[in-house]
């Protein structure tokens, strides 16, 4: 049976030493979302900046993780460097399992190497290891490198590290996982970098129970069904979300060229069947997923010897769009070649593609020049995108330090806050209409996934502010329970609350199985309080002129609406924080 408390390993990497720490709150907050926003409560500084020596970066895991399918990610918590605030990322790949494997519900890191450094943890050991020799080495080198340097427990072990983005401090830098999962957004990479933390090893090196009894076999065998003989496997393994980008494009909603267009008929060479078609070599999988919806491409680069080069990257709708679409690029190929870049210097390929896409539009409109951007943007000009994700991954200038704050920093410079295409942070590839605006502008992760919004936009044409407010509130409770499970969002359809139920009860955590909703609702409330308290206010997040000249299917962004719905969202949000300061 699953324990209770959580164990949890707190290490300082001032001093390279760590302890375990049992802690109580199993039925308050899970796990994951909720344990990260408790964890951060207990040892992070809300008034402190994010690179405090003593400021946590976070990784938690939920109860069910590698007892059932999916149950497949982690949560990484901070406070940022694109806000300042509390925020959170996901990522799959083997970090959740091997954290289980480890006996650990979390790992919390404070302090700050005094060297660049590799953390090593296992069932039974703890070590910093000085790493300096890999400064400034892209995350192809230094995972090769670190497959070799901690060779036991290939198949159990994961492998963290970031890249240049993440040790010069870019707020567009990931932390990669297992070479195609990903940190990636609001500046994780830079979280372990200020730690002076290139990578991690999580061991895995232990094993855990599986529940006695018939009840968890057939619950297992039921989930397992229901994930391997629905939609799901055939959606998300065969075309993979890419299958969106023709859609998205058919009713006006993929952002083109920093979203002067939303369709165009370039489409035809970048939809999930080309990329399927030419460039899928093959499925990867998050350890505990028999659904293997990563898709993983090829690209060739013919040597100096003549001899052919082949590289593996991993593509998804998200990054197709930001290092496609939005810069004009539809050859398939090319749009693997950007990702290869962005991959190697560990920076955020949706937050860097977007950035991008700011920086040529400013370029075309004479805000800036080749003094700043070292080489001459336009779009669709992949060879120049190639060079230029590369400066903004390793801040190669200060224009490219800045544009790796974010674009409405380097706005505030140069000029064009009103064609930056951030919504909190530069925008996910829903050009949806007026509720995803206001949805994501406002969303605790500033990511697409933290509301239903742009499923909505795509079936409601009707203008009920608060109707589509509603929606959000009344969404958001499930899917912060899921995050804190810490369940693949894509399982969202088989983990209902009755599904979750059985599950929980299955392991033995019958409390947590009867009050989901109530606990639920208290861990959203958690989470907001927490970020509040570093500082967020919806106020501060403005929306840029672009987005009001957006057309979609539904016609021209109805300004009045679009101003309507991030009001009262913003209410709605504040209001929740208010409740739950009052319960506390
Ligand atoms: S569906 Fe994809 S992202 Fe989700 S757990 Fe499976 S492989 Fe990972």
């Known amino acids: 049976m699953i324990r209770e408390e959580f164990r949890v390993l707190l290490v300082d990497a001032t001093l390279g030493k760590g302890k375990i720490l049992q ?39 939920g109860p069910l993780t590698g007892y059932f399918p999916l149950m497949s990610k982690m949560v990484c918590s901070f406070k940022s460097n694109y806000h300042n605030e509390y925020t959170e990322s996901h990522a ?45 080495m892209d995350a192809e080198s230094s995972g090769k490198l670190l497959r070799r340097m901690f060779k036991h427990g290939s198949g159990h072990r994961s492998i963290m590290r970031i890249g240049p983005a993440g040790e010069t401090g870019s707020a567009m830098a990931c932390i990669n996982v297992d070479s195609y999962r990903h940190f990636g957004r609001m500046g994780g990479g830079a979280a372990l970098g200020a730690k002076n933390i290139k990578g991690i090893i999580i061991h895995g090196d232990s094993d855990f129970e599986i529940p006695a009894g018939g009840e968890y076999a057939k619950v297992y065998e039921d989930v397992y069904r229901q994930v391997t003989s629905t939609d799901m496997m055939r959606k998300y393994h065969n075309l993979g979300t890419p299958a969106n980008l023709q859609g998205l494009n058919d009713i006006q909603s993929l952002p083109w060229n920093n979203l002067q267009q939303t369709s165009d008929p370039g489409i035809a060479t970048i939809t999930g069947t080309s990329f399927a078609d030419e460039t899928l070599l093959r499925n990867g999988a998050c350890s505990g997923c028999p659904v293997g919806c990563i898709h993983i491409g090829f690209i060739r680069e013919k040597m100096q010897d003549n001899r052919y080069h082949y590289n593996q990257v991993a593509y998804d709708y998200e990054p197709i769009f930001a290092a496609g679409t939005m810069l004009g690029v539809t050859n398939s190929f090319d749009v693997l070649r950007i990702l290869d870049v962005m991959e190697k210097v560990c920076l955020d390929a949706m937050s ?80 949806t209409g007026e509720l995803f605006f206001a949805a994501q502008s406002l969303g605790f ?40 499970m810490v369940s693949c969002l894509f399982a969202r359809s088989v983990y209902k609350d009755e599904q979750l139920s059985k599950c929980l009860e299955s392991v033995g955590l019958k409390t947590l199985a009867n009050t989901i909703p109530e606990t639920a609702e208290h861990i959203r409330a958690l989470r ?24 979609t299917w539904k016609g021209l962004v109805d300004k009045e609406y679009l101003d309507n719905l991030k009001k009262e969202y913003g209410r709605r949000i504040q209001a929740i924080v208010a409740e739950g300061d009052e319960k506390s």
């Open 23 to 61: 802690l109580d709150g199993r039925n308050e907050v899970v796990g994951g979302s909720g344990l990260a926003a408790m964890l951060f409560e207990k040892f992070g500084s809300p008034e402190r900046a994010w690179n405090d020596e003593s400021q946590p970066i976070i990784f938690a895991i």
């Open 92 to 136: 799959g790949g083997r970090a959740a399992l091997s954290l289980q494997f480890t006996d650990l519900d979390a790992l919390v890191i404070v302090g700050r190497a005094k060297q660049l450094s590799i953390l090593s943890i296992g069932a039974h050991h703890l070590e910093v290891q000085e790493a300096s020799f890999l400064k400034g």
């Open 352 to 431: 860097g593609g977007v950035a991008l896409a700011w920086a040529t539009e400013a370029m075309e409109k004479g805000l800036i020049s080749i003094k700043e951007t070292l080489v001459s943007l336009r779009f669709g000009d992949a060879g120049a995108y190639l060079q230029a994700a590369n400066h903004l991954g390793r801040g190669a200038n200060d224009f490219y330090r800045l544009l790796g704050q974010g674009s409405l920093k380097a706005a505030k410079v140069y000029g064009g806050g009103d064609f930056a295409c951030v919504l909190g942070q530069e925008m996910a590839g829903y050009a």
């Open 445 to 484: 992760r500033h990511s697409h996934l933290d509301t239903g919004a742009y499923s909505y936009d795509q079936k409601n044409s009707t203008k009920d502010v608060q109707k589509a407010v509603d929606f959000l509130i009344d969404d958001e409770p499930g899917r912060v329970f899921l995050t804190s």
């Open 528 to 551: 907001w309080q927490v970020r509040t308290k570093t500082g967020f206010d919806p106020e501060n997040y403005s929306i840029p002129k672009r987005f009001y000249q957006v057309k």
